[in-house]
């Protein structure tokens, strides 16, 4: 079955510092969504990607899709501590959505 | 505002318990998931039901069940609660069609003894 595959597991940056997750899929997807995580909390949709090689920006938050629709990334410019968290992408399955395991975020002020 | 609710935010259940984790959602989906949480290993689909009555395995079925009687309730049933379930328990809903978004619960938090 289709599989989701995030990396990295695990990142640590100084408040200030660049951060990318990865995602990559075994299939191609019809779209794409990323989700937020706090500390304590429960995953929070950010955005969906729909087209292929689109971008989307949420302020200092950067959205692709792949050309081949295989694969996207999330990059975040001069974290901030609010960005701490798990982020998670996800691809439809059916009537679920296939998770990737996350990347969770740790920003050092 | 959209919804989900969880019965419990903590609970503390004894080994060959039945246990049962309610979740309701006000949006009127049709879909509604139940996943667990452990550190490193993500979001994990236990059930998931995408009508009344109607329920589907995920990807670690074995030692829950589900019940939809209702179209805004999904129940999580461990018939015999084990010690290697404890764990955060998440339920989601979502309406049918790509590209919707899928909202969650607050997540109950099981430590079965």
């Given at each position: 079955g289709q599989q989701v595959m995030q990396i990295p597991q695990y990142q640590h940056v100084q408040e200030g510092e660049d951060f990318t997750t990865y995602c990559n899929s075994s299939t191609t997807l019809s779209n794409i969504q990323w989700y937020k995580q706090r500390p304590g909390g429960h995953p929070v949709f950010l955005i969906q990607l729909v087209k292929s090689g689109e971008v989307k920006k949420q302020k200092r938050l950067t959205f692709q899709f792949g050309e081949a629709k295989k694969n996207s990334s999330l990059h975040i410019t001069a974290?901030?501590?609010?960005?701490?968290g798990t982020y998670f992408c996800a691809g439809p399955s059916g009537y679920a959505l296939n998770f990737g395991k996350g990347t969770s975020l740790l920003v050092t002020p | 505002d959209v919804k989900v609710t969880q019965s419990s935010r903590y609970l503390v259940k004894r080994t060959g318990e039945k246990v049962f984790l309610e979740c309701v959602q006000?949006?009127?989906?049709e879909n509604m998931f139940w996943y667990r949480q452990d550190p490193g290993l993500g979001l994990r689909l236990i059930y998931f039901s995408y009508d009344v009555k109607m329920k589907e395995k995920g990807d670690i079925p074995e030692g829950y069940s589900v019940s939809r009687e209702k179209k805004e309730r999904f129940s999580l049933i461990l018939e015999s609660a084990s010690t290697n379930q404890t764990s955060m328990y998440l339920c989601a809903s979502r309406q049918t069609g790509g590209g919707y978004e899928q909202y969650f619960g607050p997540g109950t938090r099981l430590t079965v003894t």
């Amino acid at each position: 079955g289709q599989q989701v595959m995030q990396i990295p597991q695990y990142q640590h940056v100084q408040e200030g510092e660049d951060f990318t997750t990865y995602c990559n899929s075994s299939t191609t997807l019809s779209n794409i969504q990323w989700y937020k995580q706090r500390p304590g909390g429960h995953p929070v949709f950010l955005i969906q990607l729909v087209k292929s090689g689109e971008v989307k920006k949420q302020k200092r938050l950067t959205f692709q899709f792949g050309e081949a629709k295989k694969n996207s990334s999330l990059h975040i410019t001069a974290t901030q501590t609010t960005d701490v968290g798990t982020y998670f992408c996800a691809g439809p399955s059916g009537y679920a959505l296939n998770f990737g395991k996350g990347t969770s975020l740790l920003v050092t002020p | 505002d959209v919804k989900v609710t969880q019965s419990s935010r903590y609970l503390v259940k004894r080994t060959g318990e039945k246990v049962f984790l309610e979740c309701v959602q006000d949006m009127d989906h049709e879909n509604m998931f139940w996943y667990r949480q452990d550190p490193g290993l993500g979001l994990r689909l236990i059930y998931f039901s995408y009508d009344v009555k109607m329920k589907e395995k995920g990807d670690i079925p074995e030692g829950y069940s589900v019940s939809r009687e209702k179209k805004e309730r999904f129940s999580l049933i461990l018939e015999s609660a084990s010690t290697n379930q404890t764990s955060m328990y998440l339920c989601a809903s979502r309406q049918t069609g790509g590209g919707y978004e899928q909202y969650f619960g607050p997540g109950t938090r099981l430590t079965v003894t």
